[in-house]
């Protein structure tokens, strides 16, 4: 190999040799200032991101402290699902198992609202938290 390069230095000179390396020098640093570009943009991005998921989770601080701050809005949807499953729950023992209980069914609309407010907990809060999950990986 060294024979190579011996020769192609007598065949061809240093200078066409230093015009090539310089060439390719240049070419490596313009890659090399895309390159810095790019990974810049990409941690401008990620940084902005990450400033909206504080400032997300800042604002879901305040709403949750100011539900939690006073304790009738505390106890408003526990209190409302647990009433509805509770009367659910009557309605289905006392068909199933004819106890005679005599529970009624509500009458419309509230029977919407009874059935809404149950899938809303047992259906949707699922799905809530699995997307925070999601939301917190990104």
Known sequence: MPMLLTLALKTF?????????GYLQQ???????????????DTQLA??????EVEAR???TQIALAD?????????????FYLCLM???????????????GVPALPPPYDGFEQAILLSII???PFEKIG????ARK
């Open 68 to 80: 939690a701050g006073w304790w009738v809005t505390r106890w408003m949807r526990p209190l409302a």
């Open 27 to 41: 070419r490596a640093n313009v890659q090399l200032e895309e390159r810095k570009a790019e990974v810049g943009a």
């Open 123 to 125: 259906i949707a809060r």
């Open 87 to 101: 009367h659910f729950g009557a309605i289905v023992l006392d068909s199933t198992f004819r106890l005679h209980w």
């Open 58 to 60: 800042k604002l879901q």
């Open 13 to 21: 000179g240093s200078g066409i040799i230093e015009k090539l390396l």
């Open 47 to 52: 940084l902005a991101q990450l400033t909206a």
């Open 132 to 135: 925070r999950v999601f939301a």
